[in-house]
């Protein structure tokens, strides 16, 4: 007979997939996983609601670990109706359970506030706002435990616009931000007195924060979970090659071309398309419209006539905003075209890989044929056995990524010889 424990672990995507029925078995993860899980929560909440502390189980906190690892590595594989309905019940308990691990810490925070006399010196986590932020300069200066559904939502779009421009050091705050914020999110979904603001239906507002939410998970996930090692490479002759060589078959008329293919890249912020689905069904995605239904002012800078001088481009490179992000597109895309010319490959397709793409290629990056360049979480990184090397410097991750290809892989992929040598020059 199955006991208590193991019917409240969620099962793998492969599980389901391999399933007789999959119908069956959406059933059987609400029966068995999801009903439990929302009864035991509903069971901690009431003890809350008496203003007393509450002592949630080991076992509780277990299934909790465990089914939001399988939220986040599961989620992009569940494309059917069904999957993408529960994923919203999983995702609900999560921000219902995520609130019940901080409660203890709030209530003793709050009580400490109503008895200070004047302003209070401790930084306590109830007061934080992301004006106290030193990687997203976000100048609110709300504290994010007072926030409404809408300020939660701008705050996710925020933070998922700028998830690809933040530099490496930012993960743990980006950490307690989002702990924060999906503590007070969780409190919406433990209540259900409280009058909605966010102009969209209950369905609606889980979708949207199932959705943002889990973009941002999935960064901070994978990077804590894979170990890493910063970059220790020098990179000037890799940058003295790129702007020579790369920059050299490209000409002025192909770059800009290419500049501009790598700016509309770069307006496809986490979340967006899948958002834009859900809540437009019938139209056609399109870059330009998705911004203009949720980001009016990247709208507005997507839709200017943009130009910029090579120089400019080249010297933008490592700045945190979204010129930068565009730039390290534009160099990552400027290889891919010389490799192409050069050795006939398609190497961004090959060894590239964006975040969202990691579950699918899953069977690859676990194959030792090559070193890869991951976005394990905001910026690119090289990947090479089960480990990633980081640097915000994408000349320096390539010119790394070059280095473990001539030195471990005898400076080989797809079958064809690359010539590092001037990296060595």
Same mark, same amino acid.
């Given at each position: 007979?199955?006991?208590?424990?193991?019917?409240?672990?969620?099962?793998?995507?492969?599980?389901?997939?391999?399933?007789?029925?999959?119908?069956?078995?959406?059933?059987?993860?609400?029966?068995?996983?999801?009903?439990?899980?929302?009864?035991?929560?509903?069971?901690?909440?009431?003890?809350?609601?008496?203003?007393?502390?509450?002592?949630?189980?080991?076992?509780?906190?277990?299934?909790?670990?465990?089914?939001?690892?399988?939220?986040?590595?599961?989620?992009?594989?569940? %494309?059917?109706? *069904?999957?993408?309905?529960?994923?919203?019940?999983? !995702?609900?308990? /999560?921000? @219902?359970?995520? &609130?019940?691990?901080?409660?203890?810490?709030?209530?003793?925070?709050?009580?400490?506030?109503?008895?200070?006399?004047?302003?209070?010196?401790?930084?306590?986590?109830?007061?934080?706002?992301?004006?106290?932020?030193?990687?997203?300069?976000?100048?609110?200066?709300?504290?994010?435990?007072?926030?409404?559904?809408?300020?939660?939502?701008?705050?996710?779009?925020?933070?998922?616009?700028?998830?690809?421009?933040?530099?490496?050091?930012?993960?743990?705050?980006?950490?307690?931000?989002?702990?924060?914020?999906?503590?007070?999110?969780?409190?919406?979904?433990?209540?259900?007195?409280?009058?909605?603001?966010?102009?969209? %239906?209950?369905? *609606?507002?889980?979708?949207?924060?199932?959705?943002? !939410?889990?973009? /941002?998970? @999935?960064?901070? &996930?994978?990077?804590?979970?894979?170990?890493?090692?910063?970059?220790?490479?020098?990179?000037?002759?890799?940058?003295?090659?790129?702007?020579?060589?790369?920059?050299?078959?490209?000409?002025?008329?192909?770059?800009?071309?290419?500049?501009?293919?790598?700016?509309?890249?770069?307006?496809?912020?986490?979340?967006?398309?899948?958002?834009?689905?859900?809540?437009?069904?019938?139209?056609?995605?399109?870059?330009?419209?998705?911004?203009?239904?949720?980001?009016?002012?990247?709208?507005?800078?997507?839709?200017?006539?943009?130009?910029?001088?090579?120089?400019?481009?080249?010297?933008?490179?490592?700045?945190?905003?979204?010129?930068?992000?565009?730039?390290?597109?534009?160099?990552?895309?400027?290889?891919?075209?010389?490799?192409?010319?050069?050795?006939?490959?398609?190497?961004?397709?090959?060894?590239?890989?964006?975040?969202?793409?990691?579950?699918?290629?899953?069977?690859?990056?676990?194959?030792?044929?090559?070193?890869?360049?991951?976005?394990?979480?905001?910026?690119?990184?090289?990947?090479?056995?089960?480990?990633?090397?980081?640097?915000?410097?994408?000349?320096?991750?390539?010119?790394?990524?070059?280095?473990?290809?001539?030195?471990?892989?005898?400076?080989?992929?797809?079958?064809?010889?690359?010539?590092?040598?001037?990296?060595?020059?």
């Amino acid at each position: 007979m199955e006991s208590q424990r193991d019917s409240i672990f969620l099962p793998s995507y492969d599980s389901v997939i391999q399933s007789e029925d999959f119908r069956l078995e959406f059933y059987r993860i609400f029966i068995n996983v999801i009903d439990p899980w929302y009864k035991q929560n509903e069971k901690y909440i009431k003890d809350a609601s008496s203003g007393k502390k509450i002592q949630l189980s080991n076992e509780f906190i277990k299934s909790y670990e465990h089914n939001f690892e399988s939220f986040i590595t599961d989620y992009n594989c569940w %494309s059917s109706k *069904e999957s993408k309905r529960l994923s919203i019940n999983i !995702f609900v308990e /999560i921000a @219902r359970t995520n &609130f019940l691990l901080m409660y203890n810490e709030i209530k003793e925070e709050s009580d400490e506030i109503r008895k200070l006399n004047g302003m209070p010196s401790k930084n306590y986590k109830v007061l934080w706002s992301m004006e106290k932020s030193k990687h997203f300069l976000n100048a609110s200066n709300l504290a994010i435990m007072m926030y409404k559904q809408t300020d939660i939502i701008k705050l996710l779009l925020y933070l998922t616009e700028t998830l690809d421009q933040v530099s490496f050091d930012s993960a743990e705050e980006l950490e307690f931000i989002v702990r924060l914020l999906q503590t007070r999110n969780g409190v919406y979904f433990c209540q259900t007195d409280i009058e909605y603001d966010s102009k969209m %239906s209950f369905e *609606e507002y889980a979708t949207f924060c199932t959705i943002y !939410f889990n973009a /941002i998970y @999935r960064r901070l &996930f994978y990077y804590k979970i894979i170990p890493k090692s910063p970059i220790n490479f020098p990179f000037e002759n890799c940058k003295r090659w790129f702007e020579r060589d790369v920059c050299g078959i490209l000409g002025s008329e192909g770059f800009e071309d290419l500049y501009a293919k790598s700016c509309e890249e770069c307006y496809q912020f986490p979340g967006d398309v899948e958002w834009f689905k859900f809540r437009y069904p019938d139209l056609q995605v399109q870059t330009g419209p998705v911004l203009d239904s949720m980001r009016k002012d990247m709208a507005k800078k997507y839709y200017t006539d943009y130009r910029i001088s090579k120089e400019s481009a080249l010297g933008l490179y490592n700045q945190i905003t979204h010129a930068g992000q565009c730039s390290r597109m534009f160099i990552i895309n400027a290889i891919n075209h010389f490799m192409n010319v050069t050795y006939g490959i398609q190497w961004k397709d090959g060894i590239v890989i964006k975040n969202d793409a990691i579950e699918g290629n899953r069977s690859k990056l676990m194959r030792k044929g090559a070193p890869y360049i991951v976005q394990i979480y905001s910026r690119y990184s090289v990947y090479d056995d089960s480990k990633i090397y980081t640097s915000d410097d994408i000349y320096q991750v390539f010119a790394y990524w070059c280095d473990l290809l001539r030195f471990k892989y005898n400076s080989e992929i797809f079958g064809v010889k690359i010539d590092t040598s001037f990296l060595y020059a």
